[in-house]
């Protein structure tokens, strides 16, 4: 975590800093207890400084021109903490805009990002305004603000010491604002130390770009790059940061170091070479997203392959159970016509042995429209298509051969021509049309059958006139939900047209 924002590492070190420049340094004098104090801040405030920091990456990410608003506004507000003059009230407008901006759908980490940053500007607005409403918690964040831009703040003339004394500042900042534009005996950072420290921070360095090239050969998923690259991103701004601080020292440092095992002392080539290979990993991030892209293009056309293919299995497939439909309606439809011959052969053997003929017509006739009865009720060949309208076609025809067999029953002498099923349909609109002219056409059977029973009296007939009236309803029913299927068609075809011209 050391490099973090809210880093306990970086922390605890300037308190110890703090502590060694108590008798040199009259500019940060801190009593031990305020240092213990912050100490126990960072102790508590440092598991979030790395939850902060992922945070800052994701909004930096997701809401780039959002982000650099922010930074700006901040920016500004360290000027004027530092002395520069500006109009505070139009500071705390944008800060408004940024409150309204940050309404708008995002994650939650750029979300808590964005809140926590408005949280710090209204800090520091509060101690422009009045310095001693600020706790000791705020002041350190304040303080901390200021030491990250400290390299972009423009130095004003007139510095204003007597709010910045109220702040906690390091010695660095403190000698870059508070300090006469003389020359003074301060150190900015022991060499030692910064040798130790540098080694220390070059060798965590190279152990992460270690584990990065690992994980960057095994990337799975593309938007996992974009991690891979901000944390490279950190490293080398870490290093960079490293390689200004070692330019203010370079020429006071001492040559014999038993600890600088890269040998900073004498040259920075160490602090190069690791800029080098973070340089090299971007690189290799680049390329590899590049074939990510294009593997997944291939991957992409293989699925458009397969898919075709599949579309081209089912289409066969649905042509071969069309021929199927066709040819098991046309078996059906022809295994009825000859069922209703035989039946009429056996009715007629029947006839010319019967003592009571009239009774035995009758007898027969009711028992025939029974059979179509339950026929119209149930529908059976409709369940053996696949096609449930060639289904429907095909009851329709038998019901209706059916009824012409019942017309023959009464006059024997009647010429019936039987209706086959003609495999001549290629849609679905003249199904329905040819189902419709085939129920109307049993009606009109129906309405011939009626009228060939006047002969009879209407006492003997009557159950026979039910059987028949109760046919009649159930193909107008038929009808009905035939007219809206065909209402429902109609349209679809309508809209077909008007699209293709």
């Given at each position: 975590m050391n490099g973090v924002l809210g880093g306990f590492k970086n922390m605890l070190r300037r308190w110890r800093m703090n502590l060694k420049t108590k008798k040199k340094n009259k500019i940060t004098k801190y009593p031990r207890l305020t240092s213990f104090i912050y100490s126990t801040i960072a102790i508590i405030y440092s598991p979030f400084g790395y939850m902060f920091s992922k945070s800052n990456k994701q909004a930096s990410i997701e809401q780039p021109k959002l982000y650099k608003k922010v930074e700006q506004i901040n920016l500004k507000l360290d000027e004027v903490i530092v002395g520069k003059k500006d109009n505070i009230k139009s500071i705390s407008k944008e800060i408004d805009k940024i409150k309204q901006e940050i309404n708008i759908p995002m994650t939650s980490e750029s979300k808590n990002y964005f809140t926590a940053k408005i949280k710090e500007m209204e800090i520091k607005t509060k101690f422009i305004l009045n310095p001693s409403k600020v706790s000791?918690?705020?002041?350190?964040?304040?303080?901390?603000?200021?030491?990250?831009?400290?390299?972009?703040?423009?130095k004003p003339k007139n510095i204003n010491k007597e709010?910045?004394?109220?702040?906690?500042?390091s010695v660095s900042v403190s000698k870059q604002f508070l300090t006469e534009n003389k020359k003074e005996?301060?150190?900015v950072i022991d060499n030692t130390n910064f040798i130790k420290e540098a080694n220390k921070e070059i060798s965590s360095v190279n152990d992460k770009i270690k584990e990065i090239e690992t994980k960057i050969l095994n990337v799975k998923q593309y938007n996992h790059f974009y991690d891979l690259e901000n944390d490279l991103k950190y490293l080398r701004k870490k290093i960079?940061?490293?390689?200004?601080k070692y330019k203010e020292v370079k020429n006071q440092l001492n040559i014999n170091i038993e600890f600088d095992k890269y040998e900073l002392s004498k040259s920075p080539k160490k602090i190069e070479e690791t800029l080098e290979l973070i340089e090299k990993d971007?690189?290799?991030?680049?390329?590899?997203?590049q074939e990510f892209l294009t593997k997944k293009e291939m991957n992409k056309e293989e699925?458009?392959?397969k898919e075709k293919k599949k579309e081209q299995k089912e289409e066969a497939k649905q042509k071969k159970q069309e021929v199927d439909d066709i040819i098991k309606a046309q078996q059906l439809v022809l295994n009825n016509i000859i069922n209703q011959n035989k039946y009429f052969d056996d009715y007629m053997k029947k006839i010319s042995k019967s003592a009571n003929k009239k009774r035995t017509i009758l007898n027969s006739l009711s028992n025939f429209a029974n059979v179509i009865l339950n026929f119209t009720v149930s529908l059976l060949p409709v369940s053996l298509f696949k096609n449930k309208l060639i289904g429907t076609l095909v009851s329709s025809i038998m019901i209706n051969n059916s009824i012409k067999t019942m017309r023959r029953m009464l006059n024997p002498k009647l010429k019936i021509n039987y209706q086959l099923f003609i495999d001549n349909y290629n849609d679905s609109k003249s199904i329905l049309y040819d189902t419709y002219d085939m129920c109307i056409n049993s009606l009109e059977e129906l309405n011939n059958l009626k009228n060939d029973l006047l002969l009879y009296d209407q006492k003997e007939i009557k159950q026979l006139l039910f059987q028949i009236e109760l046919i009649e309803n159930n193909i107008?029913?038929?009808?009905?939900?035939?007219?809206?299927?065909?209402?429902n068609l109609e349209k679809v075809y309508v809209k077909v047209r008007k699209e293709i011209n």
């Open positions: 000791q918690v705020e002041a350190k964040i304040i303080s901390d603000s200021i030491e990250k831009n400290v390299k972009k703040i423009n709010l910045l004394k109220k702040l906690p500042l005996n301060i150190k960079e940061e490293l390689k200004e971007l690189k290799l991030i680049e390329i590899k997203k699925q458009k392959q107008k029913n038929q009808i009905k939900a035939l007219n809206i299927k065909k209402d």
